[in-house]
């Protein structure tokens, strides 16, 4: 008995922690290679940073122990709650900071957004935002209403002779919200872009541009942070609705069981929600400890004589 404790509570620690662990060493990785020489925030753009990406981690994981325990968020909620967050995390890291410019000097150096945002991240955003709009406009067709009118059924059809199962699915009622805030995050984001050439060079103008081409970068990972964690929400409940089975006894061919047109994948709708959400939660980590210096995430190493 002890030896089946102990296996449940390994599995349980592996299905709730596992993608938050390797999420967290991915961040470390991402900080001592490609962000290895990020610039040296001041203390407010630090704060604000580590903000952006903390809170809205604590926030996604937080849930995760007390949900094994029974869903304390509806699937509205769950699905929304990443992209406000997104929203949230794009206006930390764009709030006006105090720049210190000495009296009669002027910079004539251009300032446009190609100097300071690389391509990838709004191509990385819009790839993810096609997938969750292809995802849920698919969901939402095959969704049909339930007894308050709702569209968050689905069907299927057994046999020949009328009967019919059905579960919940990410239907219209569920994914209408979500784009509708998906929506929200992108005019956020991409405005928070436009944003960051405006304000005129400070003194040390190489200072200055790091810090706007990493700010840039970060206000793509957490806008890409978000649509993952959502992503990751909506694979899972679809996953579960492609685990519907259902039978009937007929006179024809006796016991008929059918299931979804979708149950094939259902395992790899687990794994691709597993996959979003822990890269997700690396690109909100990655913010979190970007204004932490490198060697500081280093393991010291033992001196030797």
Do not use: K
């Not at 939660?281 to 913010?287: P, S, T």
Request: with cysteine; aromatic share 8%.
């Amino acid at each position: 008995m002890a030896r089946y404790i102990h296996g449940g509570a390994m599995f349980h620690f592996f299905i709730v922690w596992g993608p938050v662990v390797m999420a967290a060493v991915l961040a470390v990785l991402i900080r001592l290679t490609v962000l290895r020489r990020a610039p040296r925030l001041s203390a407010a753009h630090a704060t604000l940073t580590v903000a952006a990406g903390a809170l809205p981690a604590l926030a996604i994981v937080a849930p995760r122990y007390t949900a094994f325990q029974g869903p304390i968020m509806d699937l509205t909620t769950r699905a929304v709650l990443p992209l406000a967050l997104g929203v949230i995390s794009v206006l930390f890291l764009i709030v006006p900071l105090p720049t210190r410019r000495r009296p009669r000097t002027a910079q004539l150096t251009r300032r446009t957004i190609r100097g300071f945002l690389r391509p990838v991240w709004p191509i990385a955003l819009l790839s993810l935002t096609a997938t969750v709009a292809a995802v849920s406009v698919s969901a939402g067709l095959a969704s049909r209403p339930d007894d308050l009118g709702h569209y968050t059924l689905y069907w299927i059809r057994i046999g020949t002779e009328g009967m019919e199962a059905g579960a919940g699915i990410y239907g219209w009622h569920y994914s209408l919200p979500s784009l509708v805030t998906l929506v929200v995050l992108l005019a956020v984001t991409f405005c928070a872009w436009l944003l960051i050439p405006r304000p005129a060079w400070r003194d040390d103008i190489e200072q200055d541009a790091a810090e706007r081409r990493l700010r840039a970068a970060n206000i793509g990972r957490v806008s890409c942070a978000a649509v993952l964690a959502h992503l990751a929400v909506v694979l899972q409940s679809l996953r579960g609705t492609a685990t519907l089975v259902g039978s009937t006894q007929t006179e024809e061919l006796g016991l008929v069981t059918a299931g979804t047109s979708f149950a094939a994948i259902g395992p790899a709708l687990h794994w691709a929600s597993a996959i979003a959400f822990t890269l997700g939660l690396a690109l909100w980590l990655v913010v979190a400890i970007c204004p932490v210096p490198a060697f500081a995430l280093r393991p010291s190493g033992a001196r030797t004589t």
